[in-house]
């Protein structure tokens, strides 16, 4: 099942600890979009990538967050000195193309910050 | 049974009986709408997608159908299942860029 990998699954890290989050998109795909999910809430966009380029970030806090899609390995989402809001699940999806095509998830990394 | 959104965030119909879950989406912009179903612990998974130039798209016991006069957006299944039971959101995006703007979501029940 060539479906959209996220990892680690789950992930504890506490207070001024840096979070890194895996995702590996669906092959032939070479979009790649994060999403936060508050408990009880809707996805909400983060970024989107392409191999090597930041398309579209305007979702990102300006601090603390930063994402990568290298032109080898999977996308990157890093997360610095985390604080308890930062507690959530993430979200990676995947496209072949940027416009009018469904963006596939992966099951995500619940992120919980002691 | 029916949802009107936000505003009722919970649906609960008989196994058998037709679901309709509707969204109102907000940006007059928005030109590709997408229903997607979310289990407990897991991704949103794809249902069904439909562009602008549409009104009406069938899929295997699901019809999406979009007024884009008052911005609005349904997904019926037929025959509802326990196997349905999830949460629905719908999410729309823009033909100039490609993020998704969800919804809040729908908890649909069904009972067998």
């Known amino acids: 099942n060539a479906g959209v990998m996220q990892n680690p699954r789950h992930l504890v890290r506490r207070r001024g600890q840096e979070a890194r989050l895996r995702c590996s998109p669906m092959k032939g795909h070479s979009h790649v979009y994060w999403y936060r999910q508050l408990p009880e809430e809707g996805l909400k966009f983060m970024v989107y990538l392409q191999k090597e380029n930041i398309i579209d970030e305007s979702g990102m806090p300006k601090e603390r967050f930063s994402a990568e899609f290298p032109k080898e390995g999977p996308s990157i989402l890093r997360i610095q000195q985390v604080v308890r809001g930062d507690s959530a699940a993430y979200f990676c999806?995947?496209?072949?193309?940027?416009?009018?095509?469904?963006?596939?998830f992966g099951d995500g990394t619940r992120l919980s910050i002691l | 049974g029916e949802s009107v959104g936000l505003h009722l965030p919970t649906l609960s119909v008989q196994e058998g009986d037709n679901s309709i879950i509707n969204c109102a989406y907000s940006n007059s912009a928005s030109d590709y709408f997408i229903w997607y179903k979310q289990e407990s612990g897991k991704g949103p998974q794809f249902i069904i997608d439909?562009?602008?130039?549409?009104d009406k798209r069938q899929g295997q016991r699901v019809t999406v159908l979009l007024n884009k006069t008052v911005k609005h957006l349904s997904l019926q299944i037929a025959a509802t299942q326990p196997g349905d039971s999830a949460v629905y959101f719908c999410a729309e995006a823009v033909t100039s860029g490609s993020r998704l703007t969800f919804g809040e979501g729908t908890q649909l029940t069904v009972n067998p």
């Open positions: 439909i562009r602008s130039n549409m």
């Open positions: 999806a995947s496209s072949s193309t940027a416009y009018n095509q469904p963006q596939h």
